[in-house]
């Protein structure tokens, strides 16, 4: 129905896991025949801490287009340094399914990135081949992309994360990307490249970075190269 998404939580945030309801014979997006549910259990648990009713999100624009949205509080049964996993179950055409769509996790007061002054830290890396026919040069124009694709941990009190030009950067002709990102949060940074082997086969690879974004203009992540 949807990825499973790990995102980091203060005590008392609202907590939002989004996900898509699919029929089963075909695979297209379909709504739910009602309303789809979830349940919350501590890691390591048998019995659900929480259970709820998922909304509906951008109804006019969407099919089969669902949330699992609640607040985390301690009356509630939620303990800070704990790990929750959030599953969702939906009927589709008569047909039932179910999924864990988020990991979540409540931190305790001051762990995470830090404060944050709401300025934002261009995060860089550099993408390179080290075989192949392209051995030693860097990723062309465009071709390689440096994205963010979880947030674990979002400022207090921050809601501006990302810079104008969003979740993506492209590779300029040296082979560094880039991405603003909010100083204070904690992100994990995905890069994406083609290859292509000895032989003239092609390839993508990735490599992934979980990055904590420093009080600083700037941050090199490092190079990302094929494997």
């Known amino acids: 129905m949807g990825l499973t998404h790990f995102v980091v939580y203060q005590m008392g945030d609202e907590f939002e896991f989004p996900f898509n309801t699919h029929a ?18 501590r890691a390591g648990a048998d019995e659900a801490l929480v259970t709820g009713a998922c909304e509906k999100k951008d109804d006019a624009n969407t099919v089969g287009f669902y949330v699992a949205s609640g607040e985390l509080t301690e009356e509630a049964g939620f303990t ?57 040069k860097p990723v062309g124009a465009g071709l390689g992309t440096l994205e963010v694709t979880d947030l674990l941990t979002r400022p207090s009190g921050v809601a501006v994360i990302y810079g104008e030009s969003g979740t993506v950067g492209l590779t ?15 992100v994990r940074l995905r890069a994406t490249w083609p290859v292509v082997r000895d032989d003239g086969s092609a390839a993508i690879q990735q490599a992934f970075a979980d990055i904590t974004v420093p009080d600083e203009p700037t941050l090199d992540v490092g190079p990302f190269f094929q494997s």
């Open 24 to 41: 089963l014979a075909s695979g297209m997006v379909s709504d739910a025949d009602t309303a789809p549910t979830y349940r919350i259990y």
């Open 80 to 136: 800070e340094g704990s790990d929750y996993e959030v599953r969702v179950e939906a009927t589709v055409g008569g047909v039932t399914q179910a999924e864990v769509v988020g990991i979540m996790r409540i931190a305790y007061p001051g762990d995470g990135g830090g404060p944050s002054s709401g300025e934002l830290c261009r995060l860089y890396g550099y993408m390179y081949y080290v075989d192949g026919i392209n051995a030693g």
């Open 172 to 186: 300029d002709e040296n082979g560094y990307a880039g991405v603003d990102v909010v100083r204070g949060a904690r």
